[in-house]
């Protein structure tokens, strides 16, 4: 009986091998130490639908990067609802009208950003540069076009990269800068009128009539529209 007990039981078995191949494993999962990303190489790739497009969206079209100026959305009585725009190639510089069926999908573009303080102009060069790093970046005059009217040494911007190339810049949307030429002012207690002034970088720009020779005025740089005295 004893004899039949013990068969019953069956035979123990001792899978030493199998239980250090079990901890091999588990050491191998062990969590890695962590790195720190480099913000100023992550970059990400969103998708937009054309229903959300507005002016200063980005989108790529054709494996390049582009700058809605203008969009409408169109709904017509018969046909699929649209989207007509007027876009600027961040790299060519040239402007199409392009049309997206509404709900589309679009791809914008891997874009990044870096702060840089405008540090000096170097004959027909503008020179950016990045106080963390010290290093510097350049813009052409062509590149920078009409907003050197509201550039201002140690003015910090925004600097637009795509595939490590700099292809556009944001100035700060409010700017402060002196008059340095206009007619002579009115007390500050006068109503109305306006006058045109000279500001220090050569922009002209329309304030109110109070607004003398001397005085640091805050511009929005997207219009150009004098807001106030600073």
Known sequence: ???????????????????????SLQLHRLPLPSRPLRSRSFTRVYAISSNDIRVGTNVEV?????????????????GAAFVRTKLRN??????????????????????SKETKQFTYKDGAQFVFMDLTTFEESRLNEADVGDKQKWLKEGMDCNLLYWNGKIIDFELPITVRLTVTDT???????????????????GAVVTVPSFV???DDILVDSRTGQYMNRA
Do not use: C
Request: no cysteine.
């Open 183 to 201: 007619d002579p002012g009115a007390s500050d207690s006068a109503q109305g009128g306006t006058k045109p002034a000279t500001l220090e970088t």
């Open 62 to 78: 054709d494996g390049a990067p582009w700058k809605v100026l203008e969009f409408l959305h169109v709904k017509p009585g018969k």
């Open 1 to 23: 009986m004893a004899a039949l007990r013990h068969l019953a039981a069956g035979p123990t078995y001792h899978h030493h091998g199998v239980a250090a191949a079990t901890a």
């Open 212 to 214: 003398n020779i001397g």
């Open 90 to 111: 961040y790299v060519t510089g040239n402007t199409v009208e392009k049309t997206f069926r509404a709900g589309s999908t679009l791809q914008e573009p891997s874009l």
